[in-house]
Each structure stands twice: as structure tokens, then as C-alpha cells.
């Protein structure tokens, strides 16, 4: 089956640090995705991670480890804009992503 | 960086009618085109893979009849879906690969169908 998991939603305050999680299970694997989606649009691109650590861009992060399939996107200096929904995404064996449900991130003044 | 357009951006037809939706890659050619469909608050699910001068890949429980897919030049994919009902109401994203990288794809705008 396609197994991967991500909290449904999470708040945050302004100017702080949020960190989601995303885990899976998959015998072929080529990468973890993350990807950032506002209501009414399509998703864009944030971060790709194919070894193990942590990739930073700007005020994203995103952190994987193969061994116990997981990963986390962190997000600092929180902005409004930041409010959306954060899609992870698992390349396997055969090139297909396979999505997570995403996780709404809410951000509050 | 590279782009992908769709259109139309929203569409409302009458129950009963086929709607096209085009998928272009406008500074890169596309090897690969996929067709997502995605219901309120729900994630993306993979409808199709579509590739350049060959039939399209469906997904198990996509009707192929239903949710025609052609991709006749290496920056157009379409996406009919015919006899269109209430239910397919949906937000459509089609992604492209360049084909440079396999884990890099660029997502269009989306089209909003709304079936009457």
C-alpha cells in the first residue's frame, strides 16, 4: 500500500519555529518531497531530499532519514503568507510520487 | 525557472457535456505529463501518467473512457472528461518532467470544473 502520514493540521504563532512531520513505509524509495500549497492553487515546489540530513533554504529546512523513514519540514521566522497546507511526497521505485494528505499549518498574530 | 500552464483556470458546464482541459509546458519539453485530481481539503491523487506519442498510464479506478488523456507534442497534454457529471466536480493539476531530473516536476495553476 502507499503509507505515509502527516499530522492533519497545526498551529503556529508569528515570528516563531514550526516543525512538520511526515513518516512512511515503502520498500523502493527515491527521494522525499515537500511541497507548499495555498487554498485554490497548485502545489509548488520546496524541497527535495534524497540522503540522509538537512537541507537548508532560507527560512525552509527539510530533514530526512531513510532508516526509520521519516522526515520534517521546518519552518522559522513564521509570516503570515506561511499559512497553507504542506504536502509531503515520496518518489518510489517506479518514479511515482505518492502524496501525504498534507498537514494545514495556521498561523495566528 | 520552468513553467506549465493550464486552461481554462475554471469551467462550469452543464451536467452531460465534455470539458478539455490543456496542459502546456511553455519553456521546457515534457517527456512526462501527469494529471492529478484533487477534492476539498484532501490531497492530490494520481489520476494518469501521460506520455508524449503514447497512450496514457491510468491509475486503478480511473476511468479511461471517462477522463480522455492526449499528448500529442512534447509541450501539450489534454484531459477531456467526457459526459461530465456532478460528482467530477474537482480541482485538475496537471505536472510536467523535462525528463532532465526524474524527481522534478512543475505543477500548472490547476482548473477548477464545477458540473451543474
Known amino acids: 500500500g502507499q503509507n505515509i502520514d502527516q499530522p492533519t493540521e497545526m498551529t503556529a504563532t508569528e515570528g516563531a519555529i514550526v516543525q512538520i512531520n511526515c513518516t512512511y513505509q515503502t520498500s523502493g524509495f527515491n527521494g522525499l518531497f515537500w511541497y507548499q500549497q495555498h487554498a485554490g492553487e497548485a502545489p509548488t515546489f520546496l524541497s527535495y531530499?534524497?540522503l540522509d540530513g538537512l537541507e537548508e533554504k532560507g527560512r525552509f529546512s527539510s530533514f530526512l532519514s531513510r532508516s526509520k523513514g521519516y522526515s520534517y519540514l521546518l519552518l522559522k521566522e513564521l509570516q503570515m503568507k506561511d499559512s497553507a497546507s504542506y504536502l509531503c511526497?515520496?518518489?518510489?521505485?517506479?518514479?511515482?510520487?505518492?502524496w501525504g494528505a498534507g498537514t494545514k499549518l495556521i498561523i495566528k498574530p | 525557472g520552468a513553467v506549465v500552464s493550464q486552461h481554462p483556470s475554471r469551467v462550469i458546464c452543464k451536467s452531460g457535456t465534455s470539458v478539455k482541459i490543456e496542459c502546456r509546458s511553455l519553456d521546457f519539453q515534457a517527456t512526462t505529463m501527469f494529471w492529478y485530481r484533487q477534492f476539498p481539503k484532501q490531497s492530490l491523487m494520481l489520476m494518469a501518467t501521460s506520455n508524449e506519442g503514447s497512450k496514457a498510464t491510468y491509475e486503478q479506478g480511473v476511468e479511461k473512457d471517462k477522463f480522455l488523456i492526449n499528448h500529442a507534442s512534447l509541450t501539450l497534454s489534454t484531459l477531456t472528461v467526457t459526459s461530465a457529471h456532478p460528482e467530477d466536480s474537482s480541482f485538475y493539476i496537471c505536472s510536467a518532467n523535462p525528463g532532465l531530473a526524474l524527481e522534478t516536476q512543475y505543477f500548472g495553476p490547476g482548473t477548477r470544473l464545477l458540473v451543474l
Open positions: 531530499n534524497v
Open positions: 511526497a515520496y518518489m518510489d521505485s517506479n518514479y511515482q510520487l505518492i
